[in-house]
């Protein structure tokens, strides 16, 4: 085992760092309160290569790996969540799903500005009635000649607003449920696609999310992505890194949660001292470390089964599950060493459990990570 980060992955934290404190943090209370998108920081992000970590240079990505990818977003995420999101969904779920999956006309017409950060992807596999049961695909891409006519509606998309190009997964073959599911590239703008209003959230509420609707939305058929009936596949395997992603978000929220903590607890002063010399502090303050590492430590082991091509979605179903459960607990006791303070908006803490909650819920539910994680257990995996 080899704890120690390459010079390239380092180089990937430290330039995430600087961009997080220079260029995200400024904004980042004012954004969550309006609920404004980061355009211009997404922009910035782009040509500093963070878009599109993993693409080989070839397709104009950064040809990073997936740890220097983590280092990265748990930086950025530190300092706010919402610009977390946007990145992890277009580095591991569109971008990677492109790079693995699209054809070479594909990857040359889409993947390459999606990579550079010049054009924004966004992911659409939920429904209305389709959320942890993803295989129940209600909407249809219905094959006429060289088109597939897309009729349905798709829910909580990321970036569904403000994406250039969306990744599509819809039933081309009822007749062979999950194995008749197929993936699309849409465009913005095409005939019969509209995105609906951006949904008012609890957090991470400077990206932007909303439902999707097709109505006799036609798209090229060489547009499709692996081959028919593989979408259900595509989905699952996309979701595999996709989840390693927004395990390094939590982990970003967790170690803000425990830096506020240390911080405010020096500062505040009780009975005559800094709280921080109190034992109820000290041992809440331990707490948290103990968590930050063990979900760093799952999370690296994923990222390094990837990069190493070995199988890693159970570890990534564990990396996730854990680190959004430990960014929920240390954003919530990071609030309760703050006290009054943590529950209101001049401190950051309150911001930080508003964020958290959402990386239990979103790319798999905890509960469906429990269920990846124990199927794999009793397939001896
Ligand atoms: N990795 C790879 N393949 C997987 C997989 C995984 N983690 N989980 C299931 N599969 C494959 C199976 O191998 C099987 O494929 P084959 O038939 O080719 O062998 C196929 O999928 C069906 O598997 P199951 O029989 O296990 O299907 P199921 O219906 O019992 O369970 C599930 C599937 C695990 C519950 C799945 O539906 C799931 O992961 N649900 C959660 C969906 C989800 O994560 N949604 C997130 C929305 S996207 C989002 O949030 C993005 C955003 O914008 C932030």
């Known amino acids: 085992m080899n704890f120690n980060f390459t010079e390239e992955q380092l180089m990937s934290q430290e330039s995430a760092r600087d961009f997080a404190q220079n260029e995200i943090a400024p904004s980042a209370v004012e ?3 309006k609920a404004e998108f980061p355009t211009e920081i997404v922009k910035k992000l782009g040509k500093l290569g963070f878009m599109g970590m993993m693409v080989s240079p070839e397709y104009g990505g950064a040809g990073m790996d997936t740890i220097s990818y983590v280092l990265a977003m748990i930086e950025i995420s530190k300092v706010d969540a919402s610009v977390g999101v946007i990145m992890s969904v277009n580095n591991s779920l569109v971008c990677w799903g492109l790079e693995e999956y699209g054809s070479e006309a594909l990857k040359q017409k889409y993947l390459i500005p999606l990579a550079k950060g010049e054009k924004l992807g966004a992911f659409a596999l939920s429904e209305p009635e389709a959320g942890s049961d993803a295989t129940q695909q209600h909407t249809t891409a219905d094959k006429d000649r060289d ?24 039933t081309t073959d009822k007749s062979k449920g999950y194995k008749g599911i197929s993936t699309l590239l849409v465009e913005k703008g095409i005939q019969g696609f509209a995105h609906g209003k951006k949904e008012d959230k609890l957090g991470i509420r400077s990206s932007d999310t909303c439902s999707l609707t097709f109505e006799n939305c036609k798209v090229p058929k060489e547009n499709l992505l692996w081959e028919e009936g593989k979408g259900f596949n595509f989905a699952m395997n996309t979701l595999n890194g996709g989840r390693i992603g927004i395990a390094a978000q ?54 390094a089964l990837k990069d190493a091509d ?16 430990i960014a929920v607990e240390c954003a919530l006791e990071a609030i309760q060493v703050h006290g009054g303070y943590g ?5 950051l803490v309150e911001r930080y459990l508003r964020d958290a909650k959402i990386t239990e819920i979103y790319e798999g539910t905890s509960e469906i990570q429990k269920m990846v994680i124990a199927r794999a257990l009793l397939d001896g995996k």
Request: charge should be positive.
């Open 343 to 347: 529950y209101v908006r001049e401190y």
């Open 147 to 170: 088109f597939f006519i897309i009729n349905g509606i798709k829910n909580w998309t990321t970036c569904g607003t403000t994406a250039d190009f969306y990744l599509v997964i819809a």
């Open 31 to 33: 954004r969550d309160i």
């Open 250 to 303: 939590a982990i970003g929220i967790a170690e803000a949660s425990f830096d506020a903590a240390v911080k405010y607890s020096k500062d505040r002063k009780a009975f005559g001292n800094p709280i921080s010399n109190l034992q109820a502090i000290q041992f809440k303050l331990s707490d948290m470390a103990v968590k930050v590492d063990c979900a760093k430590l799952l999370t690296l082991k994923a990222a």
């Open 310 to 325: 070995k199988p890693y979605y159970k570890e990534a179903a564990m990396a996730k599950l854990y680190s959004s459960k």
